[in-house]
Nanobody, 116 residues
């Protein structure tokens, strides 16, 4: 199995920035893609950003141009740089990975709160 641990969440004012990190461990050789999802109270979980093993990326419409996903393969870590944060970005952010065996794993989540 794969274990994922997120960090970097916190409280930030509108217009500010945060950088989230997700470290993968376990059967990391089987990872096909990693990404970030978020879920706000009373709302459905939504895709924030994803990055595949070949380097291709995708972003949710609401974060395009503001968030950037990147990775450090040597450290088995994926990052999410969040700029120009808005109150509607407030959510629990979850790291996710999909393996070559079509298994999905989730981290515990990290809270991001954007408020003045």
């Amino acid at each position: 199995q794969v274990q994922l641990v997120e960090s970097g969440g916190g409280l930030v004012q509108p217009g500010g920035s945060l950088r989230l990190s997700c470290v993968a461990s376990g059967s990391i050789f089987s990872i096909y893609a990693m990404g970030w999802y978020r879920q706000a109270p009373g709302k459905q979980r939504e895709l924030v950003a994803g990055i595949a093993s070949g380097g291709s990326t995708e972003y949710g419409d609401s974060v395009k141009g503001r968030f950037t996903i990147s990775r450090d393969n040597a450290k088995n870590t994926v990052f999410l740089q969040m700029n120009s944060l808005k109150p509607e970005d407030t959510a629990v952010y979850y790291c996710n990975t999909v393996t070559l065996g079509a298994r999905s794993y989730w981290g515990q989540g990290t809270q991001v709160t954007v408020s003045s």
